[in-house]
Every structure is written in structure tokens, then in C-alpha cells.
């Protein structure tokens, strides 16, 4: 670091007080790093706060808990962007954790999550977290989904409306019992999708839904809905392997598996080859049920590895066979560009 950008820094206030509120679960990053999200209280505004050091996260939870006055010494700032004007707060393995030593002159104040209205919602990128306040207007039937871990969980798909709009949430596992047709909640932090340009909700770990009193009259217009249901004969496949680099996830094309390391052409990373994942995909021209006319649509390999009779297949050749031998009853993007669940071959 030059001298002029360390003095600086130093000028900065090293330590602050306020308090720790909506300390989340430990996450996996992209690159595989453990970290947490929390706010920050001090005594004007509320701070959004990652930490990448999962050893905090239990000692923030106990101060939240006990609503402890705390004090951060050694915090990054950088400009936030979600909340204009402000700060957003990095927590690193520099940064030191205490109680602070002296009462704050202000008082411990949970933050409002700012409810939005769907229509609102609907306005913003995808993959944020939002909180919407709706009622529950049709559930489909919960099905099972194989997520990245191999862990089976159940997964429901809702529509729920408010006075300005409708739109699809998925809830997950936990969440799915504690939402019942035609009652009111809160949801806070559910993530914010586009798919094929249709917008819909989905429940994460750190969501909270909460029951409230009915919320009145509601729009319930048609929801877009995120798939279709379809019974197709596919004319002709191709189906890939690929091997995949264990951190970019990009196809590294062939390679000498005598030799116990490679170095990824996209990401630079080496890696020993035994760790190295192959994957399948497969490009179908299909018809739909009723239709003379060709699709031409994508499965990927988690939803080939998502069905049991493809499952443990690993050649190419054998997906094709069996993609061609089949009547399959599939779910599809809106768009017919996608796969997006074998539901049954016949
Ligand atoms: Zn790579």
C-alpha cells in the first residue's frame, strides 16, 4: 500500500460503537468462502455488514441476543449499494470484536425492514432480498428437489397478492408449513428472481415469515407463471461431456489424467485432476404434444442428475438412447429454451 493511501486510512475513526442486529446463518460464497451478513446499528443509521471470519458470527449472535453495546475496531468501509449515501461495513480477520467499555447515548433499536409492495418489487434487478407483506392466494402441491448438496428438500410453489400486484414465490423445506391459503405474512429477506424475464420470489435460509392480520383487499391479477408442464417426443439429441474446473466451473476441455495437477486456462487455478468434476449436457429437437412443429431446448446436467433413470448414467451416448426411447413429461421455461425438470419417462 503506497504511503499517501495508508495515511489516509489511519485518519479514519479506527473503532465504532453501536449494535449488532439480523445476524444471518454462515453462507458459502461463490469462491467457497464461509461468510455471514448483519447490520449494524450506531447512533444515526443503520450499516449493512459482511463478515468473512465464521468464528464471529456466534460471538455477534450472543451480543445480539443480549442486546451488548459493541464496539468494532479495524472496520473496511466501502460505499453501499443498496442504501445511497451510506456506508456499507466489512468485517476481516483485522477487525477485533469487544463490548464496548462505555454506555451509548443511544438505546438499542431493532431496524424496520422496509416492506415493499410487489408491484415495487417487480420493479428492481433480480437477486436482491426484499420484504413484502402479501396474502397467500393458490398453493401447488409440495415436490421434491435434489439441491447441489445431494440433500433432498421439498420446495412449493404460491402466489400471493397484495393491493398493487401478484407473483410467484417458491418456499422451501422449513418455510412451506408455516404459510397456510388465504392468510397474510410478512416475508422478510426473500431473494428476488428473473426468469426468461418473469420475476418471481423465493424463500432462503435467513427469510423470517411472520402471520399478520388480514391486509384487505388485494389485486389478483394473473401470474406469469415461471414454467410449463409439457409431454414431448424428441427427435434428435446431442448430448456432451465436459469436465469442469473446480472453481470457475468452465469446461477444461482434455487432458493427460496421468498427470496429477492442472492449471485451468480460465481462471488460472491449479488443481489436482482426481478432483475434477465431469459434467453432461444435452441439446434436444423435440415436439410438443399436440404440435408438428420442432423445439429445440437445453437440459442441463442437474437435471439430468436430478432424474433417477439418468441419474447414474455417464456416457453420452446412453442419454441419447435413452432420451430418444422415451415419452418424457417435462417442465419447461416459458420460453421453450430450457429444461428445467424430468418429471416421468414412458
Ligand atoms: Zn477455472
Not at 84 to 90: A, E, I, R, S, W
Not at 105 to 128: G, N, S
Not at 141 to 158: A, F, M, N, R
Not at 218 to 226: A, T
Request: hydrophobic share 35%; charged share 25%; glycine share 2%.
Amino acid at each position: 500500500m503506497s504511503a499517501a493511501k495508508k495515511a489516509r486510512v489511519e485518519e479514519e475513526p479506527s473503532e465504532i460503537m453501536g449494535y449488532i442486529h439480523n445476524v444471518s446463518p454462515i453462507k458459502l460464497s461463490r469462491n467457497n468462502n464461509k461468510y455471514f451478513n448483519a447490520v449494524f446499528q450506531d447512533h444515526e443509521k443503520y450499516s449493512d455488514v459482511v463478515c468473512f471470519v465464521p468464528e464471529y458470527n456466534q460471538i455477534l449472535t450472543e451480543m445480539q441476543k443480549a442486546k451488548s453495546p459493541v464496539c468494532l475496531a479495524k472496520v473496511d468501509k466501502s460505499i453501499s449499494t443498496r442504501k445511497p449515501g451510506l456506508y456499507d461495513l466489512k468485517v476481516t480477520s483485522a477487525t477485533r470484536i469487544s463490548i464496548a467499555s462505555r454506555q451509548l447515548d443511544f438505546r438499542y433499536e431493532q431496524p424496520e425492514d422496509k416492506v415493499l409492495t410487489i408491484t415495487e418489487v417487480k420493479a428492481l434487478q433480480a437477486f436482491q432480498k426484499v420484504s413484502v407483506k402479501a396474502k397467500i392466494m393458490s398453493q401447488n402441491d409440495p415436490t421434491l428437489q435434489t439441491i447441489k448438496s445431494g440433500e433432498v428438500i421439498q420446495k412449493q410453489y404460491l402466489t400471493i397478492a397484495d393491493a398493487t400486484n401478484s407473483i410467484q414465490l417458491c418456499a422451501w423445506d422449513k418455510h412451506i408449513e408455516q404459510i397456510q391459503l388465504a392468510k397474510c405474512y410478512t416475508f422478510c429477506n426473500v431473494s428476488l428472481r428473473n426468469f426468461d424475464n418473469v420475476k418471481s420470489l423465493t424463500t432462503c435460509p435467513d427469510t423470517r415469515i411472520d402471520l399478520v392480520d388480514d391486509i384487505g383487499p388485494v389485486k389478483n391479477v394473473e401470474v406469469e407463471s415461471i414454467s410449463l408442464i409439457e409431454t414431448i417426443t424428441v427427435d434428435s439429441v446431442s448430448c456432451v461431456s465436459m469436465t469442469l474446473c473446480g472453481v470457475c466451473n468452465k469446461d477444461v476441455g482434455t487432458y493427460n489424467s496421468n498427470v496429477p495437477t492442472l492449471k485451468c486456462k480460465f481462471c488460472n487455478m491449479r488443481q489436482n485432476t482426481s478432483k475434477l468434476q465431469s459434467s453432461l449436457k444435452a441439446q434436444i429437437n423435440c415436439k410438443l404434444s399436440d404440435e408438428p412443429t420442432l423445439h429445440k431446448l437445453s437440459i442441463s446436467n442437474a437435471v439430468l442428475k436430478n432424474f433417477t433413470d439418468t441419474n447414474k448414467m455417464q456416457s453420452p451416448d446412453d442419454i441419447e438412447d435413452y432420451l430418444l426411447s422415451k415419452k418424457l413429461k417435462v417442465e419447461m421455461t416459458p420460453s421453450k429454451s430450457q429444461i428445467l425438470r424430468i418429471i416421468q419417462a414412458v
